[in-house]
């Protein structure tokens, strides 16, 4: 079956702690994406990545950091700089002759 | 730029009732426009979406909408409710293929007996 995992599903960080949440696509789909959802506030764009060892900075990305080595895999690190960092993840993504996204099942990451 | 109004944040219908969930959009470049559902602790499942041609377009489980350049416009429709419709819903704007989403700040959709 074809489509976005994300993993952990519950993630907790300690204060200080950088931590990695992971998304993997085999939907052959060059672009990738990182959302944060809070609650009343809709998705927000962290980061994107059209291709391969290429990414932008959306909306919000300070206090996050991402990297494209392999077209499959877009893994987002919530550093120790993102002073609230909980929230619901989301990674998406899409063909670049296409212009639907698609989601993962989401990370919820929580704060100890 | 572009942004995505949702209005009302909270929806209540009865089981059968129309269900109208408002979107206005603004964009500088012919939009494409989306609604997608979520379910609780779930990721985002596009219900349809408007690129170009037709305004009127159908999706999955019987909703629909219709894109109305002149009001800037995407409200989704569907005529009969049902328990499983109850989830949130976001109204989303892109610029094109493998471009930025912008999404509203959804509205969720509460189905009663």
């Known amino acids: 079956d074809g489509g976005i995992t994300q993993s952990p599903k519950y993630l907790f960080r300690k204060e200080g702690q950088n931590v990695t949440l992971s998304c993997e696509q085999n939907?052959?789909?060059?672009?990738m994406y990182w959302y944060r959802q809070d609650p009343g506030q809709g998705l927000r764009l962290i980061y994107y990545?059209?291709?391969?060892?290429?990414?932008q900075k959306g909306d919000i990305a300070e206090g996050y950091s991402v990297s494209r080595e392999k077209k499959e895999s877009f893994p987002l690190t919530v550093t120790s700089a993102q002073k609230n960092p909980t929230a619901f993840y989301l990674c998406?993504?899409?063909?670049?002759?296409?212009?639907?996204?698609?989601f993962g099942p989401g990370t919820r990451l929580l704060v100890l | 730029a572009q942004s995505v109004t949702q209005l009302g944040s909270h929806v209540s219908v009865s089981e059968g009732a129309l269900v109208l969930l408002r979107c206005n959009y603004s964009?500088?470049?012919?939009?494409?426009l989306f609604w997608y559902v979520q379910y609780p602790n779930q990721g985002l499942q596009l219900l349809l979406k408007?690129?170009?041609?037709?305004?009127l377009v159908k999706g999955i489980n019987g909703f629909e909408a219709e894109f109305k350049k002149s009001e800037t416009s995407f409200h989704l429709t569907k005529p009969s409710a049902h328990m499983s419709d109850a989830a949130e819903y976001f109204c989303?704007?892109?610029?094109?293929?493998?471009?930025?989403?912008?999404f509203g700040t959804g509205t969720r959709l509460q189905v009663t007996l």
């Open positions: 998406a993504s899409s063909s670049t002759r296409q212009e639907t996204q698609y």
């Open positions: 939907l052959n789909h060059d672009a």
């Open positions: 990545s059209q291709i391969v060892n290429d990414f």
């Open positions: 964009s500088s470049v012919p939009p494409y």
């Open positions: 408007y690129t170009t041609g037709a305004t």
């Open positions: 989303a704007v892109s610029a094109g293929t493998a471009s930025k989403l912008t």
